[in-house]
């Protein structure tokens, strides 16, 4: 990456002087060091995997095992040193705890089968053990010897805790009594269920409408499809309509104040010389109420008086979005192809973490009052760095695995922004899913690495606190809450930069550290067009949402009507089933609009970045749309008007066909010697000319 990391590889300044912005196919790699290190990293993984696969031990979880290493339902292998290991313990398949409130500490045996009955005593466990051939006492201890034998949690019978009515959970004999608290707690919500008649309706009313709540979430699915065609169109109505609810609610308010105030201060004349200190509190009130709504109403006129080209601008985005989204619609079904390989990540993660905590060394302990030797698994220190390696894992590829939908979608904005010939785009998603795999993976590894080295602070901040609960001080808690909300800050606005500078990336091809530079400067330097679109454009987006929500409720109460009238189905309530349809709708929505805002954000990068560096010359023409060029016409009016003059004055004559003759406004005879000379279209071809 070289010692500059800021610095543009190709010479040139981050604001001034930089290349043409047409999307150029010689690229080159960037960030080759990142790229490389993290497929050393990947490598790592995979280490990490095959050596919890080969030393760890999946049965041991599974299906239990005792205090002398044997493996619950097999055959066992024989530790040196250890004389009860080793056993067969195929007709033995459950796991006994001689202490089932104290497990930790407590000697644990496989047994044939899970005590029950009624035992209470030395000679019930006997009795149970001649009847089922279950011993619940330690192997080398003789059932006839059972009465006289020792009840303790070390051996060699158990306690009375543990000789309840038991029940095999994973393997592992659970009593009864155990469970008690939460069976109590079940059947306390079952009660309370079954003794209100109206939430048993309501889950009746769930479980008879479930086809149709599925019937709204494909409806939700086709009208947020829709929702994100049309946004560009009603962006700009919905704008007005908060121009003119804002202007008139505020100028209401505040003629409604100063209306009240002088009918106070009127009435407050009436009483003379003697009013009460209450009459002139109220006026005083009422004043400064007055006041601080005119302000506020001056303010507000203000503010929409200043932002209103830039809101413009939002709306005009939000349309730009839209046909780009009608031009690449395959890209709304970005989200899925990520949720899908943030699945099986997750699905593969946690695999290899089983196995991790399931790996360790046997090691021998004497931990019994008759100097019987244990079996215990302790990890070793490679472990533990295993099981830190592959949660550092876990948020590099997960992160990396985002940040790569953020490079497709703003590579692929960028892709039909710069496109002149718009008309014969097509769309280019597997094209940027090259470049990205080819050129640009070093630099959305080093993205999501800045991102990771965030949050493991955070992480171990939030462990800190668990930790530490009820046991810190004041001053410690409120500085641990300070620091993880000071990080969560830091990682939503690097995720901000990151996402934008993937943008630069697919637009110029630069490493990673000068596009998130050039990002950083862009933002800063349209800080009150990033807040208008932040602004409008979420509320916008968000009335999509509630609207999208809002037609599947109403398609849904056609839908549940229409099965009522033509099925023996019947509902107590249609409220719930709606709102549990609405509620799948917003979600689904939601998906949608997530593609909508990144395109957003990556036109606003495109647009300032054609801004900066073309000028609508016939040498630097602009890529954008006629629609965006208005925002940079006006305010480059001065500029154009010198510029025209100036090139006005330099220019040559026009070209003529005869002595005089100015070709603009001559008959085709006389303009046709000078199209043959070449002077008037020297670019053109003869079969063109």
């Not at 001649?130 to 070390?154: A, M, R, V």
């Amino acid at each position: 990456m070289g010692c500059d990391c800021l610095a543009d590889p190709d010479g040139y300044d981050a604001t001034d002087g930089a290349p043409p912005l047409s999307k150029s196919e010689d690229r080159s790699c960037t960030d080759c060091l990142c790229a490389i290190l993290f497929l050393v990293f990947l490598v790592g993984m995979g280490v990490v995997a095959g050596f919890a696969i080969a030393a760890g031990s999946v049965q041991r979880v599974v299906y239990g095992y005792d205090s002398y290493g044997n493996i619950c339902g097999m055959k066992n292998e024989k530790y040196p040193g250890v004389e009860l290991s080793g056993m067969d313990m195929t007709d033995m398949p459950y796991v006994f705890f001689m202490n089932i409130l104290d497990p930790d500490d407590s000697i644990e045996i496989c047994v044939k089968k899970c005590p029950t009955g009624n035992i209470t005593n030395l000679e019930d466990i006997k009795a149970f053990a001649e009847e089922s051939g279950s011993k619940l006492c330690s192997y080398n201890t003789p059932i006839e010897d059972y009465p006289t034998s020792k009840q303790d949690e070390l051996g060699p019978c158990p306690e009375r805790d543990s000789l309840h009515d038991s029940t095999p959970v994973f393997n592992r004999c659970i009593p009864d009594n155990v469970k008690e608290l939460g069976k109590s707690f079940l059947e306390t919500a079952l009660e309370i269920l079954n003794s209100n008649q109206y939430i048993t309706k309501i889950v009746a009313d769930l479980y008879m409408a479930r086809w149709a709540i599925l019937g709204m979430c494909g409806l939700a699915f086709v009208f947020a499809l829709a929702m994100v065609f049309l946004i560009r169109f009603v962006a700009s109505f919905i704008v007005w309509i908060i121009y003119a609810v804002a202007i008139g609610s505020s100028g209401a308010v505040t003629v409604l104040l100063w209306y009240t105030y002088v009918q106070r201060k009127k009435d407050m004349e009436g009483f003379g010389e003697m009013v009460p200190d209450s009459i002139k509190e109220d006026v005083r009130a009422f004043l400064i109420y007055s006041i601080i709504a005119t302000v506020f109403f001056v303010v507000l006129l203000l503010v929409i008086l200043v932002m209103r080209k830039r809101v413009a601008f939002a709306v005009e985005l939000l349309n730009q979005a839209g046909k780009g989204l009608i031009a690449m619609p395959l890209l709304l079904i970005q989200p899925v192809w990520t949720f899908i390989a943030l699945l099986l990540f997750f699905a593969y993660w946690c695999v290899v973490m089983l196995f991790l905590s399931v790996t360790g060394k046997p090691i021998q302990y004497n931990n019994t009052i008759n100097g019987e030797m244990h079996v215990e698994y302790q990890e070793g220190e490679l472990i533990s760095y295993f099981w830190w390696y592959h949660v550092i894992g876990l948020i590099w590829i997960a992160e990396f695995i985002l940040a790569c939908q953020q490079f497709v979608i703003g590579a692929c904005v960028a892709d039909w922004y710069f496109t002149r010939d718009k008309k014969s785009f097509s769309s280019p998603i597997l094209r940027n899913i090259g470049y990205l795999i080819r050129y640009h993976f070093g630099s959305v590894a080093f993205g999501s690495f800045i991102i990771t080295l965030v949050k493991i602070p955070r992480a171990i901040l939030m462990y800190m606190q668990s930790k530490m609960k009820g046991s810190e001080s004041e001053l410690v808690r409120f500085m641990l809450k300070c620091l993880s909300c000071c990080l969560w800050c830091l990682e939503k606005f690097l995720k901000f930069l990151n996402a934008n500078a993937y943008t630069v990336i697919a637009i110029e091809g630069k490493h990673f550290c000068f596009s998130a530079k050039r990002a950083f400067m862009i933002l800063v330097s349209n800080a009150l067009r990033v807040a208008a679109i932040n602004c409008v454009g979420d509320f916008v987006l968000f009335l999509g949402k509630l609207g999208v929500a809002g037609l599947t409720a109403l398609s849904g109460i056609l839908i549940l009507e229409c099965v009522g009238d033509h099925s023996s189905v019947s509902y107590t309530s249609l409220a719930v089933p709606l709102l549990v349809g609405a509620v799948f709708a917003y979600l689904i929505t939601c998906a949608f609009i997530s593609i909508y805002e990144m395109t957003i954000d990556s036109l606003l990068i495109c647009f300032c970045e054609d801004t900066r560096v073309n000028d609508g010359s016939p040498a630097k023409p602009y890529f954008m749309e006629s629609g965006l060029m208005e925002f940079v016409s006006n305010s480059s009016k001065a500029i154009d008007d010198e510029g025209a003059a100036a090139a006005s004055a330099a220019a040559p004559a026009p070209v003529t066909a005869k002595e005089g003759v100015d070709v603009r406004y001559a008959a085709p005879e006389e303009v046709e010697p000078a199209l043959q000379s070449e002077k008037l279209y020297p670019d053109l071809k003869d079969e063109d000319k």
